[in-house]
């Protein structure tokens, strides 16, 4: 059984980076597409990047200037960093496999991350 | 990107049927058969119930199903059951560039 593992600051000043890494247990990083995807408190989801086990990577266009996500196929983990962090960037945060279209099946538990000085 | 529309409650009681609505464009809904939902548990991570506008991963009750009409896709729950309460998610694909837009979430009450 695939499982992710968000891990991560769950507190970050306004303007620094917010950096997150998801470990993937039970399966390869190949073949498929490893997405964030953020939840602000009380509202709903926002896709905010995916990367291909090749290193492939697209991000969603209203925070493509802030967003890195990079992956460690020796380690089988991906990360995200986000950068110049104000408090709307406060959210759930959760990691999630994505086979071709057929959405997101495995999903992380999902870590929150505070912007707050 | 706009959120894809949905409407914020829908209730039923046990045993009936409720439709959960998904309206896009043709830029997204209606333009590719990329359409998913998600049930989430509050507190818990969003899972899938249904991709491709209408097929079910496996184990997942048959009592989910999806279709699709124009920019607008639907999930069905039937023989609703208690446990079904919980927020409803839809997404699709919107190109290849934006790739992924939500539904902005559905609560379900199972009365």
């Known amino acids: 059984q695939v499982q992710l593992q968000e891990s991560g600051p769950g507190l970050v000043k306004p303007s620094e980076t917010l950096s997150l890494t998801c470990t993937v247990s039970?399966?390869?990083?190949?073949?498929?597409?490893w997405n964030w995807i953020r939840q602000p408190p009380g509202k709903g989801l926002e896709w905010v990047g995916y990367?291909?086990?090749?290193?492939?990577?697209n991000y969603n266009p209203s925070l493509k200037s802030r967003v890195t996500i990079s992956v460690d196929t020796s380690k089988n983990q991906f990360s995200l960093k986000l950068t110049s962090v104000t408090a709307e960037d406060t959210a759930v945060y959760y990691c999630?496999?994505?086979?071709?279209?057929?959405?997101?099946?495995?999903w992380g538990q999902g870590t929150l991350v505070t912007v707050s000085s | 990107q706009s959120a894809l529309t949905q409407p914020a409650s829908v209730s039923g009681s046990p045993g009936q049927s409720i439709t959960i609505s998904c309206t896009g464009t043709?830029?997204?809904?209606?333009?590719?058969?990329?359409v998913s939902w998600y049930q989430q548990y509050p507190g818990k991570a969003p899972k899938l119930k249904i991709y491709?506008?209408?097929n079910r991963p496996s184990g997942v009750s048959d009592r989910f199903s999806g279709s699709k009409s124009g920019n607008t896709a639907s999930l069905t729950i039937s023989g609703l059951q208690a446990e079904d309460e919980a927020d409803y998610y839809c997404?699709?694909?919107?190109?290849?560039?934006?790739?992924?837009?939500f539904g902005g979430g559905t609560k379900l009450t199972v009365l």
């Open positions: 039970g399966d390869s990083l190949s073949p498929y597409h």
């Open positions: 997404s699709s694909y919107i190109s290849s560039s934006t790739y992924v837009v």
């Open positions: 990367i291909s086990y090749r290193g492939s990577t």
């Open positions: 491709e506008v209408s």
């Open positions: 999630a496999r994505e086979v071709g279209s057929r959405g997101f099946d495995f």
């Open positions: 043709s830029s997204d809904v209606g333009g590719y058969n990329f």
